[in-house]
């Protein structure tokens, strides 16, 4: 794709407003920390995009500012059609997202911090539809125990049911299967890819595992010091940069091989 063009903003928007996400010169400052830093971007409705980046690139800020949870320095961002955060209220109830980061209250028992979230997004039939997460995400063995006695690889299954509880077209995820074990990592990947098809779901996420971005993403956006370093599917930019694997060139980027490699 043609990144020059994404890059310049809104004037290419698609007429028919089909973008899940777009983003333009989207830039956030920590007193002088540029964490987000001039991004622009479009996210095709129904696609899976990768955000990938080193350990403080601006992946998780420059998801936050879409969810509007942190306020931009400047720029623009639109959600399914409205503006954020002016008309994040419109939104909230057709998003959700994901963070290893973010826990849940710990005394509170699995089913009463999904019965929580189902009413913050007013869920019809809440009970049924716990029922049915837990049948498809496999909690039934610990939906009565609290959250806090809960293994890390269980704590983010019931992490990412409360992303899916309200049906959401669009789903952010950061870092979705940080501490699952490889099969239930796997589990998880094939679970998100099925939510997609049945659901023409909109996925973003940010993962450092490069296989997942490989197996899951249609598109991956690579971040280094919060601008944009390269954005493409996978297969292209495994092309360009002449590597077998998106790891190799996930290191190409990382120790500064840009140049030589992807030109
Ligand atoms: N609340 C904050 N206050 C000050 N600086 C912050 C804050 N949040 C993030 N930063 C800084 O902004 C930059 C981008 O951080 P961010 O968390 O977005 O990166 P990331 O790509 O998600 O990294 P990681 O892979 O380590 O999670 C980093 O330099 C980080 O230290």
Known sequence: MDNGAVRSGFAEADPKGSAAIEVAQLTKLYKT???VDDVSFRIARGSITGLLGGNGAGKTTTIAMIMG??????????????????ESARVLGRM????????????????????????????????ARIAQLADDLDLGEFLDRPNGKLSAGQKTRVALAKALINHPELLLLDEPTASLDP????????????????NG??????????????????????MKRGRIEDDDSPDKIMARYNRATLEEVFLDVARGRVQETAK
């Open 183 to 198: 099969d239930t990592a796997d589990w998880v990947r094939q679970h998100l890819q099925d939510y997609r098809k049945e």
């Open 201 to 222: 779901a909109t996925i973003l996420l940010a993962s450092h595992n490069m296989l997942e971005v490989e197996r899951l993403c249609d598109r991956v956006i690579i």
């Open 69 to 86: 949870l942190v306020l931009p320095t400047s720029g623009r961002i639109r959600v399914l059609d409205c503006a954020i955060p002016e």
């Open 96 to 127: 959700n997202f994901e963070s290893p980061y973010v826990d849940m209250p710990m005394r509170l028992t699995v089913r009463q911090n999904l019965t929580i979230f189902g009413k913050l997004y007013a869920v019809k039939n809440l009970p």
């Open 33 to 35: 920390i540029r964490a």
